[in-house]
């Protein structure tokens, strides 16, 4: 049974068909599916965006402001998964470091690739 949505065609550069093939292959999902899921995902920034495309055709400050404040709220959010992306490799460093440091404690320094050490005349 044909979808009741409403359908929207797109014309695409070559490099977004490519990655949207190669999405396809990767998961199973087909583009049309993952393109609307992102859409729909979208529908706040685009309100906003909306907004102030019509508060441009009047006040061009409460305009860029509109503009401005989805594109703040975007750099907050990259920053913070940024910052999840660094704690997340400190801790699988420290988590390495712990296992290298207890695996030489109970093996030895060759285990990490040191020489024994020798004490020497005393």
Known sequence: MPSEKPRLMLTLTPEVK????AFTAATGKPSATFI?????QAVPL??????AAL??????????????RPLAQTQIEAGQLALKL????????????????????RKGPELIGEKPRVKRGG
């Not at 490519?18 to 093939?21: G, I, Q, T």
């Not at 609307?36 to 729909?40: D, Q, R």
């Open 36 to 40: 609307s899921e992102i859409l729909e």
């Open 46 to 51: 685009i309100e906003q965006l909306t907004e």
């Open 18 to 21: 490519a990655s949207l093939e």
């Open 55 to 68: 508060a441009a055709k009047g006040q061009r400050a409460e305009a860029l402001d509109m503009l401005l």
């Open 86 to 105: 660094h704690d997340a490799r400190i801790r699988r460093a420290v988590k390495k470091r712990a296992r290298l440091v207890a695996a030489s404690n």
